[in-house]
């Protein structure tokens, strides 16, 4: 069983306020940079979640465990299978976003309100996905597209999983004061 990470991804965004700051994620991945930018008027809580995880750590040496060139790079698995999480689960935010390239979107079961760590980032325009999963956050410029396109393009086996493993190396919130 997953630890479960609720008591610290509550305590590490206690200071979130969304009224007084703008927030961002870096990944520092294997193949570069990722800077996404949060939309926290549409997916409040998504953002949230995964700002505490990423404060807490809970990402750094994780791996990209499905990549599907076209569709999405998948992330957020604890045992690099797609099977595990943070012990806990959050309700989805579906909104009007679109999922196109660059796009950061959570992942889940087919319960709706089954999101936990594991995310994705679109490789190109889905538009089955939306109003389906919740949309969160967009790459903030293009040199970090380039770097999620990069990770689209790895040789992956039969099961979508990268034959050399896509690693984030560290992660960290940018606040930025309104």
Sequence with gaps: MSKNYREEVDAAVADVDFEK???????????????LDMWPDVAPEHCKNV?????????????AH?????FVAQIGCPQGTGTGGPGF?????????????GVLSMARTNDPNSAGSQFFICLDRVPHLDNQYTVFGKTANQESLDVVMKIGQVETNAQDRPLEDVKINSTKVIVTPK
């Design 21 to 35: 700051n703008n927030y961002q994620i870096e990944f520092d991945t294997t193949l570069g940079t990722i800077l």
């Design 66 to 70: 499905r990549v599907i060139p076209g």
């Design 89 to 101: 689960t959050i309700d989805q935010e579906f909104n009007e976003k679109l999922h196109e390239a």
């Design 51 to 63: 700002f505490g995880l990423t404060k807490v750590g809970f990402y750094d040496g994780i791996i």
